[in-house]
């Protein structure tokens, strides 16, 4: 089970923000990868991958986004809130091929 | 680029059946996974089944174990998501997606289980 807090925040922007995910087990793999992804679905779009195997940017995301954490406490932060990175943000575990499993999502608006 | 395009969706009677397609296109299909996960109106993510590279593994979420079935077709370089004995809570948009990763997903299809 994937737990992410808070579920929803409204940021200022140009201010950081701060999303935590936390599973009920380990997410380091036997191969000595640890399988927590994140990801953003802006509204009316499909999700979109951020953040792949805790800290990695996928091509072509913006270097104001950065993962951490380890074992089953993570965190995903945005340097600088912008406009267009409204939306639902979601962490995943893909550790186990049998249970991949999403977080509830955080909802993350412009104040 | 790539690629990934669902059809197949509709509306359709509780307990007919349905098969959704997942055309890719821009990368070597045989070299990857494939996913498909569906997000009810206003909720949240729901994996439900995986495929490997060579179609020998496949693994499903409890929700789609006995009725979903994913299959994949090399020569059209199509996934397939066969979902039989609909209920109205299989209403959602489903999407395909591609590797471990979920790095690349498609724009949905959306399924309204209703009489």
């Known amino acids: 089970v994937m737990t992410q807090t808070p579920l929803s925040l409204s940021v200022t922007p140009g201010q950081p923000a701060s999303i935590s995910c936390k599973s009920t087990?380990?997410?380091?793999?036997?191969?000595?990868?640890?399988?927590l992804s994140w990801y953003l679905q802006k509204p009316g779009q499909p999700p979109q991958l951020l953040i792949y195997e805790v800290s990695n940017r996928f091509s072509g995301v913006s270097d104001r986004f950065s993962g951490s954490g380890s074992g089953t406490d993570f965190t995903l932060k945005i340097s600088r809130v912008e406009a267009e990175d409204v939306g639902v943000y979601y962490c995943m575990q893909s550790v186990q091929l049998l249970t991949y499993a999403f977080g509830q999502g955080t909802k993350l608006d412009i104040k | 680029q790539v690629q990934l395009v669902e059809s197949g969706g509709g509306v359709v009677q509780p307990g007919r059946s349905l098969r959704l397609s997942c055309a890719a296109s821009g990368f070597t299909f045989s070299s990857y996974a494939f996913h498909w996960v569906r997000q009810a109106p206003g909720k949240g993510l729901e994996w439900l089944t995986i495929i490997s590279s060579d179609a020998s593994l496949k693994y499903y979420a409890d929700s789609a174990k006995g009725r979903f079935t994913i299959s994949r077709d090399y020569s059209k370089n199509t996934v397939y998501l066969q979902m039989n004995s609909l209920r109205p809570e299989d209403t959602a948009v489903y999407y395909c997606a591609r590797t471990r990763n979920f790095d690349y997903w498609g724009r949905g299809t959306l399924v309204t289980v209703s009489s």
């Open positions: 087990q380990s997410l380091l793999h036997s191969d000595g990868r640890t399988y």
